[in-house]
């Protein structure tokens, strides 16, 4: 759910921004954390947001973090380093974002304010991480781990999208050849059949009842196709799709135990790298939360709420399902040890080298699959059109 926030900025008037949380609390939370001076917090209920697109949509995130990290290494101040970036910058948006960043920081305001004016382009973690950087002194170290973890989830995300490229161009192949076999082939054989005359199989009359059906109504077919494949389209780009498309696929026994790994290791990397910037466990937690969907929201909350009464970190993720065996115990030797940051990261790196190997084995297991079904279906309709041609043949004889 989207809040629109108003607060009071450096010189005293009222800006207001938009943030995403799941309910009034944690935004208020989140943007207390973020050292905003709240002055009203309400829900975004308009219908328009379904059609909006982000703004600075183009903006590379990685890119800015790691350009400004060379720079700053380099001995650059770091308005010096963004007013580089702006005037190397060609594009107007970018530059004109840049811009404002470097009016800011000559206002006074600290970068991680700053970035909290644009919340579509730098996520409430980057921004956590800006902010506990600001605390230690260390923004140079800190972009560089936010980039490293940014490559981390690239890295996985991209072996998930390259393992299913082949699979979807092999099932929109596979529904085209049937579309045509059905829509064009199979009403030109209906027209031979009833010429042929003669007993004709069962499954053979059922083809050329379609076959009748699509020549008769083959502009209304055509016209409910298009409907039902804009519906789709119109579907899939709803912002709350992809949180439906997790709940059914968490549904799937083992599939949904692979997406719950996948989004533990995304919470536990985010989590292990605000620790080792400096940030509290407590306030860790709350802004991760977010990272975690619907099923497993609850339980970071009561999780969260555990550790802030003193529970043990190992205990109330335990408790709340958020571990597997491996982890549950990399947690409780991680808290003997005092690096639980490192060890939230191992655990992240874990978790993504299982993902890696499932999905390598779900890949090989699934095309073969998929190609045969697609084969045997053709295979069949093509048979099918073709068996009265056979059983005449068997009669001349």
Do not use: C
Request: proline content about 5%.
């Amino acid at each position: 759910m989207q809040f629109d926030i108003r607060f009071l900025d450096n010189t005293q008037g009222v800006s207001a921004l938009a943030m995403d949380a799941p309910n009034h609390e944690v935004a208020a939370r989140m943007a207390h954390d973020r050292g905003l001076r709240v002055v009203s917090i309400q829900p975004n209920q308009s219908l328009t947001r379904m059609f909006q697109r982000k703004s600075n949509v183009d903006f590379q995130l990685g890119q800015f973090s790691q350009e400004l990290l060379t720079l700053l290494e380099a001995g650059l101040s770091l308005v010096e380093s963004i007013e580089t970036l702006s005037e190397k910058e060609s594009k107007p948006a970018r530059k004109d974002l840049l811009s404002r960043l470097v009016a800011d920081l000559y206002r006074g305001a600290s970068l991680s304010n700053a970035l909290t004016q644009f919340p579509d382009v730098f996520p409430p973690l980057y921004v956590a991480t800006v902010r506990a950087s600001e605390r230690t002194g260390g923004l140079a170290e800190s972009l560089a781990k936010y980039v490293v973890y940014q490559s981390q989830l690239d890295a996985v995300k991209k072996k998930v999208i390259s393992a299913s490229i082949y699979p979807a161009v092999l099932a929109i192949v596979g529904l085209l050849v049937i579309g045509f076999l059905m829509g064009y082939v199979v009403p030109r054989f209906a027209k031979i059949f009833e010429d042929m005359g003669g007993e004709i199989p069962w499954m053979s009359r059922l083809l050329i009842q379609w076959g009748h059906l699509a020549h008769a109504y083959g502009t209304e077919l055509a016209v409910g196709s298009l409907v039902l494949l804009g519906s789709a389209i119109f579907w899939l780009t709803r912002p709350s799709t992809p949180a439906q498309v997790l709940q059914w696929l968490e549904k799937i026994p083992a599939l949904g135990e692979r997406m719950r790994i996948y989004q533990l290791a995304r919470f536990y990397r985010s989590l292990g790298m605000l620790l080792r910037g400096g940030m509290p466990a407590v306030a860790s937690l709350e802004l991760v939360t977010g990272l975690l969907p619907g099923g497993l929201h609850p339980r970071l909350v009561l999780a969260t709420q555990m550790i802030r009464e003193g529970t043990p970190i190992s205990v109330a993720m335990e408790a709340q399902h958020l571990t597997s065996p491996v982890s549950a115990r990399m947690l409780r030797v991680g808290e003997r040890t005092g690096r639980m940051d490192e060890m939230m990261e191992r655990i992240a790196a874990f978790y993504d080298s299982e993902i890696s190997q499932w999905i390598d084995w779900f890949v090989r297991l699934f095309e073969p699959l998929l190609m045969a079904f697609i084969g045997l279906v053709v295979g069949f309709i093509v048979v099918v059109m073709y068996f009265p041609i056979f059983e005449l043949a068997g009669s001349i004889r």
